[in-house]
T-cell receptor
């Protein structure tokens, strides 16, 4: 167990709705990264948060947004959901420095109907 | 941006045999190369990593090798056991930046 927790574990939404996913980072970590994993594929980087600011973003549209809180927990928000947004959303926490070990949570399975 | 290719996509071995998974990366600036194991319904678990100043690293039955000149790195699992069955992902990054993952290898260890 990594100590990274995510909620909810599963979620079903309909196209056009909005969703918020949550992540609590491992104790002592100050950086949170979010990844999208489609079925049968490797995780794809969405964005990273460090000191409550976005610190790098992958090839995802602006309807994917996030927050990091003073306790280093984080939220991923997705607006105007599309069918292709159905995936496992993974949160990874790390301590920013020379060491880039990222530890993943169990993920949130989002299904968009 | 970085591109990571991983082979094979599936690998079946007999219990006790060795398994090797290979990855290549495109960005010569990448300096951190972790390997993750993902079991069904779980998030990826970091099993070993290597940095660009090291050529090989071992941890019990698992080893990773890195060839910076050829831009490829490999995972070696010896004495495989049924509990090693999972999907394995390689990844690459530059410092503390985003990880770029390979497409995964489904390893099946036959008892």
């Amino acid at each position: 167990e990594t100590g990274v927790t995510q909620s909810p574990t599963h979620l079903i939404k309909t196209r056009g709705q909005q969703v918020t996913l949550r992540c609590s980072s491992q104790s002592g970590h100050n950086t949170v990264s979010w990844y999208q994993q489609a079925l049968g594929q490797g995780p794809q980087f969405i964005f990273q948060y460090y000191r409550e600011e976005e610190n790098g973003r992958g090839n995802f549209p602006p309807r994917f947004s996030g927050l990091q809180f003073p306790n280093y927990s984080s939220e991923l928000n997705v607006n105007a959901l599309e069918l292709d947004d159905s995936a496992l959303y993974l949160c990874a926490s790390s301590f920013r420095g020379e060491n880039n070990e990222q530890f993943f949570g169990p993920g949130t399975r989002l299904t968009v109907l | 941006g970085e591109n990571v290719e991983q082979h094979p996509s599936t690998l079946s071995v007999q219990e006790g045999d060795s398994a090797v998974i290979k990855c290549t990366y495109s960005d010569s600036a990448s300096n951190y190369f972790p390997w993750y194991k993902q079991e069904l319904g779980k998030g990826p678990q970091l099993i070993i990593d290597i940095r660009s100043n090291v050529g090989e690293k071992k941890d019990q039955r698992i080893a990773v090798t890195l060839n910076k000149t050829a831009k490829h790195f490999s995972l070696h699992i010896t004495e495989t056991q049924p509990e090693d069955s999972a999907v394995y992902f390689c990844a690459a990054s530059i410092g503390a930046r985003a990880l770029t993952f390979g497409s995964g290898t489904r390893l099946q260890v036959q008892p």
